[in-house]
């Protein structure tokens, strides 16, 4: 079992950055895939950006692409996700995940983080 720590989230206005960073414990030498999620008001959660066990391959949802970077350090057992020109639309908890492979679902991942709160004024 990997546990997983959400951190980086907060306020910030409409155009502005986070960083947000996964942090692993647990089961880490296993080779998982790691993906972010995200829940605004509604019961579902979005995909929003997925990365590979190597960093080679990443996937995104379209709405986030150019805006979004996804990216990890092995060493560390960690997960960033960069989010540049923030809006609006973006306000949500954002959760990180373990997968096997690069997915869009959230029943293809196993481990959760309890999440981290983004809030983008306008």
């Known amino acids: 079992q990997v546990q997983l720590v959400e951190s980086g989230g907060g306020l910030v206005q409409a155009g502005g950055s986070l960083r947000l960073s996964c942090a692993a414990s647990?089961?880490?030498?296993?080779?998982?895939?790691m993906g972010w999620f995200r829940q605004a008001s509604g019961p579902e959660r979005e995909f929003v950006a997925a990365?590979?066990?190597?960093?080679?391959?990443?996937r995104y949802v379209d709405s986030v692409k150019g805006r979004f970077t996804i990216s990890r350090d092995n060493a560390k057992n960690t997960v960033y996700l960069q989010m540049n020109s923030l809006k609006p639309e973006d306000t949500a908890v954002y959760y990180c995940?373990?997968?096997?492979?690069?997915?869009?679902?959230?029943?293809?991942?196993?481990?959760w983080g309890q999440g981290t709160q983004v809030t983008v004024s306008s």
């Open positions: 990365i590979s066990w190597s960093g080679g391959s990443t």
């Open positions: 995940a373990t997968s096997n492979f690069i997915a869009a679902k959230t029943h293809q991942y196993e481990s």
């Open positions: 647990g089961r880490t030498s296993s080779r998982y895939a």
